[in-house]
Structures are given as C-alpha cells and as structure tokens.
C-alpha cells in the first residue's frame, strides 16, 4: 500500500489503497471517502481564507477544500456517496490568542461541504495539542494520535514561522 506524508498546501485522492499521513495544529485536514467506489482523498491547509502574500491557494481552507471535493468528483465519486471528516484546527500557537485561527480553518471546511451537501461523520478539533492523523484511503479509517508538550517545535512549517514573526499581516 502507497504512503503519502501531506504538507500544508497538498491535496491528495486516490482511488487505489493508500495511507494518508499529516500532522496539525491549528492546521485543518479534511478525509473525504467515496464509500461506494472506495476513493478516498486528503487535504491540508493553515488559513481560513486566502490573503495577500499566499502564493498557493490550497494553503487557504475554501480554495484547499473545493479543489479536494472537486478532485474526488472528477475520479468517479458521487456527492451523495461521500463522506466527511474532520481534523486539527487546534489551539496551539500562543502567539494567535487573538485570532483563532485554527477555528476559522474549522468552520471554512464545515460551510464548504455544507455548501456541498457532504455530511461530517467524524471531527476532532480544536484541541490544545497537536495531532497525528493517518487516513486509510480505501477503507475511510482513520487513525489519530495526539502530540503533547511538542506542538510548536513540530507543528511550524516555514511558512507559519513568517505568519508568527509577522510577516504576513491579517
């Protein structure tokens, strides 16, 4: 079976078994899973919504969430076979107490498959922690595990770093 490691910005379907693997904070992932054909698809971004400076859209949870729904579609699934679920969006970067960022991500991915009429089966978000996340592309199983005492030497990709030095402005 093929393991794929996500990074922010990566949106993966595939329709043959395949392990999906990513870590978040306030980072959102959403496991779509076609549960006739067994397709089943990934994405991972940081911002609720695009802003100046985001040279990759699907680092933004609209652009990131539509491209992943779109995808699946495009591979053979039927929306009203597909299934959601939900992971990340977590508190865990002091430095954005004054925005939430990781509940803007949520609520971006939820009124997108709203949108869509894809209902969530499953979510864990908005934890302190963060977490782990492996997706079983054929069978719609995921596996979670938390991250303590580490989140913010594990969770900060290069890109985020610019965002905390604040580089890029809201």
Not at 47 to 57: A, C, H, S
Not at 120 to 129: A, F, N, Q, R
């Given at each position: 079976?093929?393991?794929i490691i996500l990074n922010v910005?990566?949106?993966?379907?595939?329709?043959?078994?395949s392990i999906l693997e990513t870590v978040l904070g306030s980072c959102v992932s959403v496991c779509l899973w076609d549960v006739q054909l067994r397709i089943g698809g990934m994405n991972h971004f940081m911002?609720?919504?695009?802003?100046?400076?985001?040279?990759?859209?699907?680092?933004c949870g609209m652009e990131s969430t539509d491209r992943l729904i779109n995808t699946i579609l495009e591979m053979g699934a039927s929306i009203n076979n597909i299934k959601a679920k939900i992971f990340g969006g977590g508190r865990?970067?002091?430095?954005?107490?004054?925005?939430?960022?990781?509940?803007?991500?949520?609520?971006a991915a939820k009124?997108?498959?709203?949108k869509y009429g894809i209902p969530?089966?499953?979510?864990?978000?908005?934890?302190?922690?963060g977490t782990k996340i492996v997706f079983y592309s054929a069978t719609g199983k995921v596996f979670v595990k938390r991250?303590?005492?580490h989140e913010e030497s594990i969770l900060r990709s290069p890109s985020e770093e610019n965002l905390i030095r604040g580089e890029m402005r809201w």
């Open positions: 079976m093929k393991r910005g990566d949106i993966v379907v595939s329709s043959e078994p911002l609720p919504q695009m802003i100046d400076g985001i040279k990759n859209p699907a680092y865990v970067i002091k430095v954005y107490q004054r925005f939430d960022v990781g509940s803007e991500n949520v609520m009124k997108l498959l709203m969530i089966i499953s979510e864990l978000t908005g934890d302190k922690h991250i303590k005492g």
